[in-house]
């Protein structure tokens, strides 16, 4: 759990859940699964589970942290939640009752934003119906490359109020994809060691379809060493479009 969050798109992160594993290429570089080695390394104990509590891997095995669904109870002001910034709430090994207890605990903050993005789009567009929807959840899915564009077509099927892709780590070019129903873009690069190239075309293409489209556009990052090594301008400008006119105190 973090009060803030350095995520551009987002105010605050929120782990129900911790751990996850590699299902497309663009896990290949998990930044997750990296800060959950240096967190298990200093001890902290949602980070030393890795199925079995004698491993000597990652720390990243799936745990559900039943003591976390509390804690956006106690946040009083309002603000922008990123759910799972540490896992992936739709994952095989995420029973579907606890599923409905993160729901469940949305529903009863009203006064918070969620942000919930899954690489797992089949299971959520399966799970969807078992689901009780609260206008506060704004699902999205990533799609890294053309290979993951499906994700986009499960999505359309949630009915959540807002639908979103997070096209990051862009990978390759997604092509012409159909944004029908989905009301947010996220573009950015890849960062961190081994951090594999975006071009500039693959990002404008997705801009100029967000345009034509309707749905609003934002760009994270280009990626690099760092997270803001190459900084966050596309074509003299930053973008920083949100659904629905909602505003982060991050980017306004």
Known sequence: MADKSAIEWTEATWNPTTGCDKVSAGCDNCYAMSLAKRLKAMGSPKYQVDGDPRSSGPGFGVTLHRSALDIPHRWREPRVVFVNSMSDLFHARVPLAYVQQVFE???????????????RASRMARLAS?????????????VENRSQVHRVDDLRQVPAAVRFVSAEPLLGPLG???????HWLIAGGESGAG?????????RELRDGCAAAGTAFFFKQWGGRTPKAGGR??????????P??????AVA
Not at 130 to 142: A, E, L, R, Y
Not at 195 to 203: G, I, N, S, Y
Request: proline share 5%; net charge negative; charged share 30%.
């Open 130 to 142: 078992s689901i009780d929807w609260p206008k506060n959840v704004w699902m999205g899915v990533s």
């Open 105 to 119: 605990v949305m529903r009863q903050t009203p006064r918070h934003t969620y942000q919930v993005l899954t690489k």
């Open 233 to 242: 301008e596309l074509d003299g400008r930053t973008w920083d479009e949100m």
């Open 195 to 203: 951090c594999r190239r975006m071009a500039p075309e693959w990002v």
């Open 176 to 182: 012409a994809i159909d944004l029908e129903g989905v």
């Open 244 to 249: 629905a006119g909602r505003e982060l105190s």
